[in-house]
Protein backbone atom coordinates (compact mmCIF):
# COMPACT_ATOMS: atom_id res chain seq x y z
CA UNK A 1 0.00 0.00 0.00
CA UNK A 2 1.34 3.61 -0.85
CA UNK A 3 1.68 5.64 2.10
CA UNK A 4 -0.48 8.28 0.79
CA UNK A 5 -3.69 5.76 1.12
CA UNK A 6 -3.58 6.81 4.60
CA UNK A 7 -3.72 10.23 4.48
CA UNK A 8 -6.91 11.70 4.98
CA UNK A 9 -6.10 14.72 3.35
CA UNK A 10 -6.05 14.38 0.09
CA UNK A 11 -6.92 12.15 -2.74
CA UNK A 12 -5.33 9.19 -4.21
CA UNK A 13 -5.26 8.72 -8.27
CA UNK A 14 -6.95 5.51 -9.39
CA UNK A 15 -6.51 6.23 -13.13
CA UNK A 16 -4.70 8.23 -16.02
CA UNK A 17 -6.04 8.97 -19.82
CA UNK A 18 -4.72 11.45 -20.96
CA UNK A 19 -5.88 14.90 -19.52
CA UNK A 20 -8.52 12.48 -17.23
CA UNK A 21 -7.32 11.62 -14.11
CA UNK A 22 -10.16 10.08 -11.70
CA UNK A 23 -9.06 9.91 -7.91
CA UNK A 24 -10.96 8.58 -4.86
CA UNK A 25 -11.43 9.67 -1.52
CA UNK A 26 -12.63 13.09 -3.15
CA UNK A 27 -15.87 13.40 -1.08
CA UNK A 28 -15.03 16.35 0.56
CA UNK A 29 -14.44 17.97 -3.05
CA UNK A 30 -17.06 20.46 -5.03
CA UNK A 31 -17.71 20.30 -8.86
CA UNK A 32 -15.15 23.07 -10.54
CA UNK A 33 -12.67 23.03 -7.65
CA UNK A 34 -8.83 23.43 -8.45
CA UNK A 35 -7.16 20.86 -7.58
CA UNK A 36 -2.74 20.02 -8.00
CA UNK A 37 -2.45 16.37 -9.29
CA UNK A 38 0.54 14.89 -8.30
CA UNK A 39 3.41 16.22 -6.57
CA UNK A 40 4.49 17.40 -9.31
CA UNK A 41 1.33 19.62 -8.41
CA UNK A 42 -0.43 20.05 -12.02
CA UNK A 43 -2.91 21.79 -12.59
CA UNK A 44 -7.01 20.58 -12.72
CA UNK A 45 -10.01 20.88 -12.39
CA UNK A 46 -12.96 18.79 -10.96
CA UNK A 47 -15.51 17.85 -13.81
CA UNK A 48 -17.45 15.21 -12.22
CA UNK A 49 -18.15 13.37 -8.84
CA UNK A 50 -19.55 10.07 -8.41
CA UNK A 51 -19.35 8.68 -4.25
CA UNK A 52 -15.62 9.29 -3.33
CA UNK A 53 -14.80 9.52 -6.94
CA UNK A 54 -13.88 12.60 -8.99
CA UNK A 55 -12.83 13.54 -12.30
CA UNK A 56 -10.21 15.63 -12.99
CA UNK A 57 -9.66 17.67 -16.53
CA UNK A 58 -5.96 18.25 -16.02
CA UNK A 59 -4.86 21.01 -18.11
CA UNK A 60 -0.77 20.27 -18.51
CA UNK A 61 0.75 17.18 -19.81
CA UNK A 62 -0.32 13.83 -17.24
CA UNK A 63 2.52 11.86 -19.15
CA UNK A 64 4.78 10.16 -15.67
CA UNK A 65 1.96 10.34 -13.36
CA UNK A 66 0.01 7.68 -12.00
CA UNK A 67 -2.44 5.77 -10.01
CA UNK A 68 -1.54 5.76 -6.28
CA UNK A 69 -0.21 9.77 -6.65
CA UNK A 70 -2.14 12.45 -4.00
CA UNK A 71 -4.71 15.23 -5.05
CA UNK A 72 -4.33 17.98 -3.37
CA UNK A 73 -7.94 19.78 -3.19
CA UNK A 74 -7.76 23.68 -3.00
CA UNK A 75 -11.31 24.29 -1.93
CA UNK A 76 -11.36 27.27 -4.90
CA UNK A 77 -12.72 27.31 -8.05
CA UNK A 78 -11.22 28.12 -11.18
CA UNK A 79 -11.04 32.13 -11.46
CA UNK A 80 -8.57 34.81 -13.01
CA UNK A 81 -7.47 38.08 -11.49
CA UNK A 82 -8.57 40.86 -12.97
CA UNK A 83 -6.84 44.14 -12.11
CA UNK A 84 -4.30 46.26 -14.31
CA UNK A 85 -1.40 44.69 -16.24
CA UNK A 86 -3.71 42.22 -17.93
CA UNK A 87 -4.60 43.76 -21.36
CA UNK A 88 -0.99 44.16 -21.85
CA UNK A 89 -0.27 40.44 -21.10
CA UNK A 90 0.15 37.36 -22.85
CA UNK A 91 -1.38 34.28 -20.81
CA UNK A 92 -2.22 30.65 -21.87
CA UNK A 93 -5.74 29.22 -20.92
CA UNK A 94 -5.27 29.28 -16.97
CA UNK A 95 -4.18 32.78 -16.44
CA UNK A 96 -0.02 32.35 -16.14
CA UNK A 97 1.63 35.06 -17.77
CA UNK A 98 3.93 33.69 -20.87
CA UNK A 99 6.55 36.19 -20.63
CA UNK A 100 7.41 35.58 -16.97
CA UNK A 101 7.55 31.98 -17.54
CA UNK A 102 9.81 32.11 -20.17
CA UNK A 103 12.07 34.23 -18.00
CA UNK A 104 12.00 31.96 -15.91
CA UNK A 105 12.42 29.11 -17.68
CA UNK A 106 12.60 29.49 -21.48
CA UNK A 107 10.86 28.28 -24.02
CA UNK A 108 9.27 25.22 -22.05
CA UNK A 109 6.29 25.42 -19.66
CA UNK A 110 7.72 23.38 -16.84
CA UNK A 111 5.36 21.42 -15.09
CA UNK A 112 3.62 22.80 -12.15
CA UNK A 113 4.81 26.26 -12.56
CA UNK A 114 3.30 28.48 -10.40
CA UNK A 115 3.86 32.83 -11.21
CA UNK A 116 1.93 35.75 -10.13
CA UNK A 117 -0.63 36.47 -12.51
CA UNK A 118 -0.25 39.92 -12.45
CA UNK A 119 2.87 42.17 -11.58
CA UNK A 120 2.50 43.24 -7.98
CA UNK A 121 5.47 45.16 -8.14
CA UNK A 122 4.49 47.77 -11.18
CA UNK A 123 3.01 51.14 -9.65
CA UNK A 124 -0.06 52.29 -11.85
CA UNK A 125 -1.37 56.40 -11.94
CA UNK A 126 -5.36 56.26 -10.43
CA UNK A 127 -7.55 58.73 -11.09
CA UNK A 128 -10.42 59.25 -8.52
CA UNK A 129 -13.59 59.92 -9.44
CA UNK A 130 -15.47 59.66 -6.52
CA UNK A 131 -15.42 61.88 -3.30
CA UNK A 132 -14.48 61.19 0.41
CA UNK A 133 -18.36 60.17 2.22
CA UNK A 134 -19.27 59.74 -1.28
CA UNK A 135 -22.59 56.87 -1.28
CA UNK A 136 -21.38 54.29 -3.97
CA UNK A 137 -23.94 51.67 -5.34
CA UNK A 138 -23.27 49.21 -8.04
CA UNK A 139 -21.96 49.98 -11.25
CA UNK A 140 -20.69 53.66 -9.85
CA UNK A 141 -17.11 53.98 -11.40
CA UNK A 142 -14.71 55.02 -8.66
CA UNK A 143 -11.18 56.00 -10.89
CA UNK A 144 -9.34 55.11 -13.67
CA UNK A 145 -6.34 53.44 -14.32
CA UNK A 146 -4.35 54.20 -17.50
CA UNK A 147 -3.14 50.46 -18.51
CA UNK A 148 -2.14 51.05 -21.81
CA UNK A 149 -1.05 54.37 -24.23
CA UNK A 150 -3.92 53.38 -27.09
Known sequence: MNKTENNPNHGIITKVSGPLVVAKNMKNVKMYDVVLVSDK????????LR???????????TAGIG?????????????????PGLIEGIFDGIQRPLNVIYEAAGDRIPL??????LNREKQWNFEPEGKTGMHVQAGDILGFVQETTV
Do not use: N
Open 41 to 48: RLFGEVIE
Open 67 to 83: PGEPVYDTHQPLSVELG
Open 112 to 117: GIDVPK
Open 51 to 61: GDLASIQVYEE
